[in-house]
């Protein structure tokens, strides 16, 4: 497993990290504290999604708390060129990308069934509710870069890659499976992020697999590579290096972050009801802020820093509960509007014909 903090915040300096600090020192001191307001606004704004679902506000909420660091790790080494596809969980992905998180809400309230629009928000693609299916996707737009020549040109500040994230419960899922076996088949410019969060809602990955996730990519014919997902140095750093190599045509290859749900696989689980309080607990001591948090202080970042974070993480929170409260329900046109690119005859009978039903019952839904 790769890893390049201790616990404690320490940055390892041995053989095994060599390979990787290239990429950490390329880091400007700017980079290196945005990684940690990443990662803090990104707690905040999971809790208070979290509270906005248990007041009625949001239909469900699948929480990200824990996983912060192999996140914004993986995130921060794409290139703006690069596509990445989501699962459901990927909230800090998407904000850095551009998603405004209001979005990532309406979702997860019922109020879209898309939410953004992946050009306009850094090629972050829409959330994928379908356990394992975005795998497919994102294979088959990468086969789709490699065949418009997109990629393997030499050109890193043009070509492109494919990410794709998923957890180690979809592992099981077929569509997983294929799209492995497409992308090395077909050799295409994507890495495969699996955040091995241990659990599938509440069947642990030890039930799951024998053997190490990362292990099953040679069966694949490609690479695999395990990193401390609690990370978020290394997450970054072996991202960037597979990202890399994946765009200059080295082909496909598969990330296992290990890492932990801190809370419950969504608002509708109840982790208690499953997990041992000393596991979680012994996770939480290897919480990913706090590493990381521990590291700038040992580069000597001060106080003020940390207390700003914490502050803009407040007031993102702040933003985030008033805009979702001033959400309206949305018109019933929206059925219609957006079926086809231009305005289409049938769909505007049917339009008509639900508003005449509507009005014959005295009211409207819309």
Known sequence: MVQLLSTDGTLQT??????????????????LRQFYRDMVITRRFDLEATNLQRQGQLALWPPSHGQEAAQVGSARAARSQDHLFPSYREHSIGMIRGVDVVDIVRLMRGVTNGGWDP???????????????????ATGYAMGITLDGETG????????????????GATSQGDVSEALVFAASFNAPEVFFLQNNQWAISVPVRVQSRTPLY???????????QVDGNDVLASYAVTRKNLDEARAGQGPRLIEALTYRIGAHTTSDDPTKYRMDAETASWVAKDPIVRY???????GEGEDFFAAAASEAEDFSADLRRRTLELTVPSTDLIFDHVYSEQHPVMDAQKQWLADYEASLGGSTR
């Open 14 to 31: 041995d053989d095994a990290a060599a390979e990787y600090m290239p990429y950490i020192d390329a880091l400007s001191d700017d980079e």
């Open 119 to 137: 050009a306009a928000c850094g090629n972050f693609h829409l959330y994928t509710l379908v356990l394992g299916s975005q795998a497919l996707h």
């Open 153 to 168: 040109t030499g050109d890193p500040e043009t070509d492109r890659a494919v990410m794709v994230y998923f957890g180690d």
């Open 215 to 225: 292990q099953r990519a040679g069966g694949f014919g490609m690479p695999g590579i």
């Open 293 to 299: 948090a521990s590291y700038l202080r040992g580069r």
